[in-house]
């Protein structure tokens, strides 16, 4: 089945600096996906939209050049944590949405990245 | 889903029962729906879908009810085991979008 893929799955760092999460579908093309920040006990919030060739829309309250996102290729996208602060820890998760043959996309989610900023 | 706070509602349930667990949704334009179990540490891991035009389908030991009319989605887990111990998400779609809201989750605790 579909498999996406997220690296690394977890990083510990000095606060102010800059860290980059990969997101890659594995078996198929993603022309869209989703990152997510989840707070321990919550659910899952949109953070971005990522696509492929074009710059990535931004939820109501998310950072743009706090969270830089690039779709360079159909397979992969990236998170940039840029200059990284204690309050910015936290699980961070793409999704990437293959099509079925019904038009319905079943988000297929990475593993996740757990972020802990010193 | 409505994320609706900071609490997780926890479900216990003894191993070898059914579970139950429930969503409420907002957007009566949402077309689609998804289960999605999270273990710790992981992503979300798909378990069932439905789709608007049906109000019941069934999976293997699991099954999906979905109520329009109260805007309410629940998940049944047949004969429950310990390793069905972990967070459920409810997820809706609305628009035909590629977009999901997230429910706030329940965690379910198999005991032996």
């Known amino acids: 089945g579909a498999v996406v893929s997220q690296h690394p799955s977890w990083v510990i760092c000095k606060s102010g600096t800059s860290v980059k999460i990969e997101c890659r579908s594995l078996?198929?093309?993603?022309?869209?996906m989703f990152w997510y920040r989840q707070f321990p006990k919550q659910s899952l919030m949109l953070m971005a939209t990522?696509?492929?060739?074009?710059?990535?829309?931004?939820e109501q309250g998310v950072e743009k050049d706090k969270f830089l996102i690039n779709h360079a290729s159909l397979t992969l996208s990236t998170l940039t944590v840029t200059s990284a602060h204690p309050e910015d820890s936290s699980f961070y998760i793409c999704?990437?949405?293959?099509?079925?043959?019904?038009?319905?996309?079943?988000?297929?989610f990475g593993d996740g990245t757990r972020l802990s900023i010193l | 889903g409505e994320s609706v706070g900071l609490h997780l509602p926890t479900l216990s349930v003894q191993e070898g029962d059914n579970s139950i667990i429930n969503c409420a949704y907002s957007?009566?334009?949402?077309?689609?729906f998804i289960w999605y179990k999270q273990e710790s540490g992981k992503g979300p891991q798909f378990i069932i879908d439905i789709r608007s035009n049906m109000d019941k389908r069934q999976g293997q030991r699991v099954t999906v009810l979905l109520n329009k009319t109260v805007k309410h989605l629940s998940l049944q887990i047949a004969a429950t085991q310990p390793g069905d111990s972990a967070v459920y998400f409810c997820?809706?779609?609305?628009?035909?979008?590629?977009?999901?809201?997230f429910g706030p989750g329940t965690r379910l605790s198999v005991l032996p």
């Open positions: 990522s696509n492929e060739g074009s710059k990535a829309t931004y």
């Open positions: 997820a809706d779609r609305y628009n035909y979008g590629q977009n999901f809201v």
């Open positions: 078996d198929f093309q993603a022309t869209t």
């Open positions: 999704s990437a949405p293959p099509r079925d043959r019904g038009g319905n996309q079943p988000q297929h």
């Open positions: 957007n009566s334009a949402s077309d689609y």
